[in-house]
Structures are given as structure tokens and as C-alpha cells.
């Protein structure tokens, strides 16, 4: 160890240790540290032991580097500043409560789940069965590349964020998204409480069992869009190599331009600029959804 000294902050009557330039590999390294600010710090070693960080309190890591497995479980209150996880960087933030993320490289499989209150911030993140089961995430002006994130979480919020997926947001309640592009494949499978505002969502199978799901000023695009779903609004959203859309679900939509085909909506109201087919047949439920071509 080179430098470990404690500090007193005078202004709020607490201390905080400051601990710099060093590597850890030992098993729980520092674990139970409170009231700490770690700065170039490197988890990585011969001795590959785990959960350095486990059950800290009020901690903020800056320009340092995760490379071991567990390193932030039970972690409550604390920051990651221009920090690196690497994909040996496993499970990384599991029942964490109060984290900040920010301007950091979040690597390794299911790197947070079960956590209360986290925001990610300029940061760019790979890490499949991302944020799972978890509640209050918030992610802004970031990349998210996640086979299946999201799941069954409650309270989330994107902003300006870039997301590359399959399986996403299933099982969610309480989502927000605004501003950004999502290119992901059965997003919102029973999902509930979802607002998509300004944003472009690609996919197979759109939004297939949800309810409540309200897209606002958004490109759709990809097959068999939006099926099965309760409490569907569409407002002034585009759609682009849609086919088969709407079937047995309840929705009330206002599109603007061409859809390819609409399939047995189960009710409401469709408006639409042209539609290149309507599917009227084969239905096993009484559908009195209503198409309305404009002009």
C-alpha cells in the first residue's frame, strides 16, 4: 500500500479516509469500508479473490480499475467516477442502494442486479442481464449493449441513450424513455406503465402482452408490431416495415405516413395516412377495432 490518510472534513464535521495508488487482489480487500474516497485504485491480481468492496458505506471510487468478481455488493451510497470494469468483472453491483455512475466502462455479465436507486451517467456499458429486478435505475447519455436488460425491474428511466438488445424491458413497470434509439428484439413483453416519448425503437414483435404501453413521436420499426397489448396509445408515431400490426390488442393510435398491414385490432381506433393491407380474417375473438384512413 502506498497511501492511506485520514482526512477531516471540517465543514461537515465527518471523516473520510483517502486511499490512492494502489492494487488489491485479496478476498475482501476492503471490506465494511465507510466514509472512503479510493482513487487509482486497481482490483486485479494473482491472488483473484472477490468481493472487495462488499458491505461498504458512503464511498467514492475515482480513476480506478475493476477486474475481480463481486467487487459491490451490499454497497450503500456510493460513486464511480472514470472507473473501468472489465468483463472478469462479474456480477459487479448486486443489493446496492444510493450509487452514482459516471463517465465509466461497465464490463462483465449481469453487472447490476437487485439494486434501489442508481444513476448512470456518460457512461458506456456491456454487460448482458443488465439490470435486473431492480428499482430507480436512471441512465443518460450513455450505450447500453445488454442481451437482456432490464428484467422485471420497476421505476426506470432513460434519456439520450444508445441501447443494442434482444429480450429487453419484459416484465417491467414503471419505465420512461426519451430521446433515444433502441434496437432490440421483444421489447416490452409484458411490460406495464411505459412511456416512450421522441425515441426510435427496431425490433421483431414490438410491445407483444403489454399494458399501458404509450409511444409518443416515435419511428417504429420491424415485423408484427404490437399484438396482444391492453391500453395501447400511439401518438403521431411512424411506421416502418410494419406488418400484421395490432392483432388482439386494444389501441388507440394516430399514425403519420404508411403502414404496410394491420391485422384484427381487438378495439379501439386506428388513424392512418395509408395502409397497404387490412386483415380482417382468421380471428378467434370478437374484434371491432375501427381503421381510419385519412383523405
Request: charged letters at 20%.
Amino acid at each position: 500500500m502506498d497511501t492511506i490518510a485520514s482526512n477531516n472534513a471540517s465543514t461537515n464535521n465527518c471523516t473520510c479516509t483517502c486511499i490512492s495508488h494502489e492494487s488489491h487482489d485479496e478476498e475482501r480487500a476492503l471490506y465494511g469500508l465507510t466514509h472512503a474516497c479510493l482513487t487509482d485504485i486497481t482490483f486485479d491480481g494473482p491472488a483473484d479473490g472477490e468481493s472487495a468492496l462488499k458491505e461498504c458505506q458512503d464511498i467514492c471510487i475515482i480513476d480506478s480499475r475493476f477486474s475481480l468478481r463481486y467487487p459491490l455488493w451490499h454497497t450503500n451510497g456510493f460513486s464511480l467516477q472514470n472507473v473501468q470494469m472489465d468483463e472478469k468483472t462479474r456480477a459487479a453491483i448486486w443489493y446496492a442502494r444510493h450509487g452514482r455512475i459516471s463517465n465509466s466502462l461497465i464490463g462483465g455479465i449481469k453487472a447490476v442486479r437487485e439494486c434501489t436507486d442508481i444513476s448512470i451517467d456518460g457512461s458506456t456499458i456491456d454487460s448482458s442481464e443488465f439490470g435486473w429486478m431492480s428499482h430507480d435505475l436512471r441512465l443518460s447519455n450513455s450505450t447500453l449493449n445488454s442481451e437482456y436488460p432490464f428484467f422485471h425491474s420497476t421505476g426506470v428511466s432513460l434519456d439520450n441513450v444508445t441501447m443494442t438488445g434482444k429480450y429487453s424491458f419484459q416484465y417491467v413497470d414503471g419505465l420512461t424513455i426519451e430521446n433515444s434509439v433502441l434496437d432490440t428484439k421483444d421489447a416490452f413483453w409484458h411490460a406495464h406503465n411505459v412511456t416512450v416519448r421522441n425515441s426510435v425503437i427496431r425490433g421483431e414483435y414490438l410491445g407483444w402482452y403489454s399494458d399501458g404501453l404509450t409511444l409518443v413521436n416515435c419511428r417504429i420499426e420491424g415485423t408484427q408490431p404490437l399484438c396482444y397489448a391492453k391500453n395501447l396509445t400511439l401518438i403521431d408515431c411512424e411506421m416502418v416495415d410494419c406488418d400484421l400490426a395490432f392483432e388482439y390488442s386494444d389501441v388507440n393510435a394516430t399514425i403519420n405516413g404508411h403502414v404496410d398491414s394491420i391485422k384484427n385490432p381487438r378495439s379501439g381506433m386506428i388513424f392512418v395516412d395509408s395502409v397497404g393491407e387490412l386483415v380482417h380474417d382468421g380471428s378467434v375473438y370478437d374484434c371491432t377495432g375501427e381503421v381510419i384512413v385519412r383523405g
